[in-house]
Each structure stands twice: as structure tokens, then as C-alpha cells.
């Protein structure tokens, strides 16, 4: 089997054809706003409520509504999983990856600048931030994961001469619930598409926080000949009657969740409760949390570890569950470091994300704003905490939370270890000869293993510092960010208490929507029941 090749990334420089049509694309959807509805088997289903979606970055700027769903609509749409599960998986398995291949072509071509202005004004990314998302990530997604389930397929037991043994990779016994996030359109798209493209049928819910891109993702798969019923959309400003009422369904067969550990804790516990009103155990999928690292040893490239923790803290305004939020600095490099993180950090730039100029833009929301802002007010309260970069917060046009680098005189410092979700970034500086017991911080201070980075240039450090911290990371990088998962070349996702660690991006997470059942054909019979050690 010969993999897909990955979607190449386009630099939307001045000039390109593809910033003018990004451009023209972002004028068309702010002079149209729209108006979405749930799906339900292929219907767009209006409840006569109406939540404004807007512009994080110009918040008085409104992109349309939205129609929540609820406890009723949840029940239609399993109704309508149920029902469109019949053919789906009955459909040959080559068919159902046409669906997704033509997606991907879809996205690469008409579809391309529409998700991604989506993704830009709904969830303020830059150009960039929405190109590495939007378009390449979710494409791999689409290709590679049909290369994989060709691979899956491919898996076959022995045979012999007497006889004929095959697994029949079928769906899961009901429906899979996705629950995707805010930060990653790619994501949204792939915790439905994984299952689906496995012959399950799904209801997913969207992030009430990224309802506008979820719409267009749902016209791509329409588009590609996605059968009614098969991925069933359900926005909500609510999100738990909807939780509710798919996990109390005895059909419920997995889940795919990315979002907060709580979150997630509380699926855990539901499905937990309700496991002898299943028909089967639920397969339970889960990307959480993070409170990623980056430990620098005293060899460290300075120039490169700098580049590393502002693209990992502060590239789509740190709301990536791989940013960097922590990082350890030895004192011998210390005053380098801090002073070229200061000057860089003090140069970005923040604003719409329209102007292609701007580095960042704004966080997603109230909510977030006041979040983050509080582990702010926390530092700037709390002895042995001292801002090296970073202006006061703003929210009179927009959610801005200026990129902040904050030392810390106590590793174990809120900042340290707790999740922020935001463009701050706490630094901790270590005695060069403390290796051993920094280390054992880094793996040992925080609950989540999701990602982290190493910079060091001996080789024989380099393995001492991976051997260390082999537990605390999922995805592990040497001499780069902690963040930039590409799919088929980093499967991503962590353990501990960020995930289940199924890594997207690979076989191992589409073989959890998959459940086998070994056939034997027998080509001559046995006639007796007798055996030939019974013989007199």
C-alpha cells in the first residue's frame, strides 16, 4: 500500500493566488451572514431559536445564528443513525471511501477558501493558523485515513488448504457520539469522518463555539455524497441535554470526544453508570487535556529554543492543547533566553485576522478572555511571579490576550501546572546541576502526558533527558515546538489525563470503530464425531 502524500502547505504571501481568493472569500461570508440549522438525515431542522455567532477579534461583528438543538432533536438524530446504519455498513467499504476521497478533492479545490474564512473569522485564526487546520490537516485526515482502512482490511488471518479464515471488519453495534472541539476544524471533521468511514453512523456535536465552521464542514460532506443520516449535525448553546440523551441510549456504541478533561470525566462517569443499559460496552475515545513542556538543557540552541517557545505558547493565540505553557530554563542560559523571548514576544503582532500582518488574534470568547485573564491577575498578585513580556488584556473590540511570558520562582506555581489554554507562558529557571530532580518535576508536577519538547545538542543528553521523560508526553519532540502534529507522520495523543492516547492521524484510532468477527469456511466437513486416538 503507498500512502497519500501530505497536503503541501501555501505561504498566502503577497501576490499568491491564494490570498486573493481567501481574501475575496472572507468579504463574500461577511456580507452574507448565515443562518444554521441542526441535520437530522440529511434535513436542516429549524427549532425557532437563534444564537448570534461573531468575530472574536471584532466581536460586534455577526456572522448569522444558529438553532440550538435539544433533547428531542438528539433523539431524532439517533433515530437517524439507527435507521441509516442498515445500508451504511452494509455498503462496500470501497464505496464508503469514495465518499471521503471525494471530500478531500472537494476541499483541495471549491470547498478550500470557504472553510478556511470560515475557520478565520469564526475562530480567529490567521491565514496560516487556518491553512495548517482547514485545509491540510483536515485533507491528510480524509486521505490518509482511507489509505488506513485499506491497510486495516488488508489484515487477514491464515488460511489452509482445508479451509477459509478472513475477518469481516464491521462498524460498531450502534451509534458513535462525537464531541469536537473549538480550536481545530480539522479535528471537528475527523472525529465524525473516522467512524463514519468505518461503516458507523454518527451524531456529532459541535463546539457552540465553532458552529459556523461546523456548518461548512457538513456542506463538504453533503457535497462528497454522504448519505442522509450517516453524520447528523446537533449545534447547541446547551450542549447537556443532547450529552444526556445519547448516553443514556442503550444504542450508544462509542464515543469520539476532544475537549476538556472534565468534560470527558463527565462522559466517563455517565457511560460508567449507564453500562448495563448498553446493548455492547461503549468504545470511549478521548483527546483532553494538556500542560505541555519544553526543557531546555544547558547545550541548547538559544535561537532555536526561542523560535520554539513563541510559535509552541503563542501560534493561534495558545489555544492548541500541544502549546507550550511551561517550560524549564537552566540559569546558565537564562538571561539569553528571557531576553530574546522579550524582544521577540514585545514585536508580534495582534489584531483582525483579516490583516494578514498580524501574528495572533483573539482568544475565542468571553468565557476565555476572563479565564486566562485570571491566571494574569493571579501572577501579577502572587509573590514569586514576574512578567518579562506582555501587555494588559483588552476586550473593547475584541478577546485580546496579549502573548505574556511570566517567570516563576516556584515550579509548582499555578502557572506551572495548571492548564490555561491561552497565550501565557510560565518559565522556570533550574540549576544547571539540579538535572535530575527538574526532570522529575516536569514528569511529575502536572496530571497530563500530551505533548512536550526537549532542546539539547549531545547526543548521549538527548537520550538521558527521552529516557526520563518517556512517560510525560504522548508526542515527543527533539530540538522543535511541542506543537505541528502532521497526520500520518506524528499520530497524536497523550495519556495519563489528557486522552486515551488513540492517536488521530493513524490505524490505531480508526481500529477503535472497527469490531471484527473471524469467519472459518470449512471446505470438507467432518462426518464423525469420532477421534483417532478412541480407535480399539
Not at 455498503?91 to 478550500?112: D, H, I, T, Y
Not at 478556511?116 to 486521505?143: G, N, P, V
Not at 476572563?370 to 475584541?398: M, V
Request: with cysteine; hydrophobic share 45%; net charge neutral.
Amino acid at each position: 500500500m503507498t500512502l497519500p502524500q501530505n497536503q503541501p502547505v501555501r505561504s498566502f504571501a503577497p501576490g499568491t493566488p491564494e490570498r486573493a481568493s481567501l481574501m475575496a472569500e472572507i468579504d463574500l461570508q461577511r456580507a452574507n451572514p448565515r443562518r444554521v440549522l441542526p441535520v437530522i438525515n440529511g434535513r436542516k431542522i429549524d427549532t425557532g431559536t437563534g444564537t448570534e455567532m461573531r468575530e472574536p477579534h471584532a466581536h460586534a461583528r455577526s456572522l448569522g445564528s444558529y438553532a440550538s438543538a435539544g433533547a428531542p432533536e438528539a433523539e431524532a438524530a439517533i433515530n437517524a443513525a439507527m435507521a441509516a446504519r442498515h445500508d451504511w455498513a452494509r455498503m462496500p467499504a470501497a464505496s464508503r471511501r469514495n465518499v471521503f476521497l471525494r471530500a478531500a478533492e472537494l476541499l483541495a479545490g471549491p470547498f478550500n477558501a470557504r472553510l478556511l474564512a470560515a475557520t478565520m473569522l469564526q475562530q480567529s485564526k490567521t491565514a496560516y493558523q487556518a491553512e495548517i487546520d482547514a485545509s491540510c490537516e483536515l485533507i491528510d485526515f480524509l486521505r490518509f485515513n482511507v489509505a488506513f482502512s485499506e491497510e486495516i482490511e488488508a489484515m487477514q488471518p491464515l488460511s489452509s488448504a482445508a479451509e477459509l479464515n478472513r475477518l469481516d471488519h464491521r462498524p460498531l453495534d450502534g451509534f458513535v457520539f462525537a464531541a469536537s472541539p473549538f480550536n481545530f476544524t480539522a479535528i471537528a471533521g475527523n472525529l465524525s469522518l473516522a467512524p463514519a468511514l468505518m461503516g458507523n453512523t454518527v451524531v456529532w456535536k459541535p463546539s457552540e463555539r465553532a458552529v459556523y465552521s461546523a456548518a461548512f464542514l457538513m456542506d463538504l460532506f453533503e457535497a462528497a455524497g454522504l448519505p442522509p443520516g450517516v453524520i447528523n449535525m446537533l449545534p447547541a448553546e446547551n450542549p447537556a441535554p443532547i450529552g444526556e440523551a445519547v448516553l443514556a441510549s442503550p444504542h450508544l456504541a462509542g464515543v469520539h470526544f476532544t475537549g476538556s478533561t472534565a468534560a470527558f470525566d463527565r462522559i466517563w462517569r455517565a457511560t460508567g453508570a449507564n453500562v448495563s443499559n448498553y446493548r455492547s460496552y461503549p468504545r470511549l475515545v478521548g483527546e483532553t487535556g494538556g500542560k505541555d513542556f519544553v526543557f531546555a538543557h544547558a547545550s541548547a540552541n538559544v535561537d532555536a529554543l526561542v523560535t520554539a517557545l513563541v510559535r509552541g505558547a503563542f501560534d493561534y493565540q495558545g489555544q492548541k492543547c500541544s502549546a507550550a505553557s511551561r517550560a524549564y530554563i537552566p540559569l546558565s542560559l537564562w538571561k539569553p533566553v528571557t531576553e530574546r523571548l522579550a524582544d521577540t514576544v514585545s514585536s508580534l503582532t495582534m489584531g483582525d485576522v483579516s490583516d494578514f500582518r498580524n501574528f495572533m488574534g483573539a482568544v475565542i470568547d468571553q468565557r476565555a478572555y476572563q479565564q486566562i485573564s485570571g491566571f494574569l491577575d493571579y501572577a501579577a498578585t502572587a509573590p514569586g511571579h514576574r512578567k518579562l513580556a506582555g501587555d494588559s488584556p483588552s476586550d473593547n473590540q475584541g478577546w485580546f490576550i496579549p502573548p505574556t511570558v511570566i517567570a516563576c520562582d516556584d515550579p509548582r506555581s499555578r502557572l506551572m501546572t495548571d492548564e490555561i489554554f491561552g497565550p501565557v507562558l510560565g518559565l522556570y529557571a533550574y540549576p544547571d546541576g539540579k538535572l535530575a530532580e527538574t526532570l522529575a518535576l516536569v514528569d511529575q508536577s502536572t496530571p497530563y502526558a500530551l505533548t512536550g519538547a526537549i532542546f539539547a545538542q549531545d547526543q548521549a543528553v538527548i537520550d538521558q533527558l527521552s529516557l526520563a521523560l518517556r512517560d510525560a508526553a504522548g508526542n515527543f519532540y527533539i530540538n522543535d515546538k511541542p506543537t505541528g502534529a502532521v497526520v500520518g507522520r506524528q499520530p497524536f495523543g497523550g495519556g495519563r489525563r489528557s486522552g486515551t492516547n488513540d492517536k488521530a492521524g493513524s490505524p490505531f484510532n480508526l481500529l477503535r470503530w472497527s469490531s471484527p468477527r473471524t469467519v472459518k469456511e470449512t471446505f470438507v466437513a467432518p462426518v464423525s464425531h469420532l477421534y483417532p486416538h478412541m480407535a480399539g
